[in-house]
């Protein structure tokens, strides 16, 4: 969930819309994909309840502000890179929380695009915010936690 893996290219091209050549570096996620299109399609929303924002406004000027929204992410399985692990990024901060042992690592990536330097010691009360919207969202979800296997050996 470090950036390496979660900062990744998407390009997007709607004729008459969109310009070609044109960069915008405000995160986005998958989920916004069905909205944008709806949108873009003319389509309704609808009443269902969705973790993705339309991307429309951001098509149209994409150095304008991106939707006020964080990101959540949540792996609660093992990978070949990573034990369970849920993250969270609002604004410039990501927190990461292993779900093993509940350790929590912060990162500033706008000072630390790379993710080198783990300031959770030196904002405490950032990583307790953050730590609190991630339980919040994992609530709401529904997500799914890990749970030891008692036939493991």
Known sequence: LYEGGLRIP????????????????????????????????????????????????????????????????HFPHYYPTTTPVSAVRSGSWKL???????????????EDPVEARDVAAQAPDVARRLKARLEEWRRRVGARMPRPNPDYK
């Open 96 to 110: 990461l929380e292993y779900l093993e042992d509940g350790r929590t690592e912060l990162y500033d990536l706008r």
């Open 10 to 73: 998407l390009m997007i091209r709607v004729p008459g819309l969109t310009t070609a050549g044109t960069e915008c570096a405000v995160p986005v996620d998958s989920t916004d994909l069905y909205p944008t299109l709806q949108a873009l399609c003319g389509l309704e929303a609808g009443t269902k309840e969705r973790d993705g924002v339309s991307l429309e406004a951001l098509l149209r000027a994409p150095s304008g502000p991106g939707p006020e929204r964080d990101l959540f992410f």
